[in-house]
């Protein structure tokens, strides 16, 4: 029987030193690349707007909307420009996030202060909106969109 063993192990070969090595290499490589791209998506690049964090501008953004008879009103009661406005729908287990644009008659500019945004709005089936500001900022790449909050900078309308 220990003959029989013997031969078997004899006979079994491995894998040489240099191919497992250069095959360790990889791996730890790969890892290393994995681990620093997980770290990298923990950071995002400082966007600013008036010189301070454009999540802190977030919190003096002010506006009213409403939504009546097919109509979305949004006007800019504050002191900061709104560039975008997000739309988010729910109703019925179904949700959506709609950015508005110029086919929806929003502006390139956006909504400076005192201005206002009205026009025809397609919710049919949402039972809630939350609108919810997106502003314009600076990063070191260049203008950058950056969208509040919506827990705490959004406004719920209810339909």
């Known amino acids: 029987m220990k003959r029989v063993c013997n031969n078997f192990l004899k006979n ?9 090595t250069v095959l360790l290499i990889a791996m ?3 890892l290393g690349l994995i681990i620093f791209l997980w770290f990298r998506g923990f950071t995002q690049e400082a966007v600013t707007k008036f010189d301070t964090n454009v999540e802190l501008v977030c919190n003096d953004v002010s506006f009213e909307a409403s939504y009546v008879s097919g109509i979305l009103s949004i006007v800019n009661t504050g002191n900061i420009p709104i ?12 949700y959506s996030t709609k ?5 929806d008659g929003w502006s390139d500019t956006g909504l ?4 206002a945004f009205s026009n025809n709005i397609d919710v049919s ?5 939350i609108v919810i500001p997106v502003l314009m900022g600076n990063s070191r790449s260049g203008q950058q969109s950056f969208t509040c909050n919506e827990v705490q900078h959004g406004s719920l309308i209810t339909l």
């Open 99 to 103: 950015e508005l644009s110029n086919i």
């Open 83 to 94: 560039y975008r406005i997000k739309l988010k729908t729910s109703g019925q287990g179904i």
């Open 112 to 115: 400076n202060q005192g201005d």
């Open 125 to 129: 089936s949402a039972e809630e909106i």
């Open 12 to 20: 079994k070969k491995g894998v040489s030193p240099v191919i497992a």
């Open 28 to 30: 730890v490589v790969v």
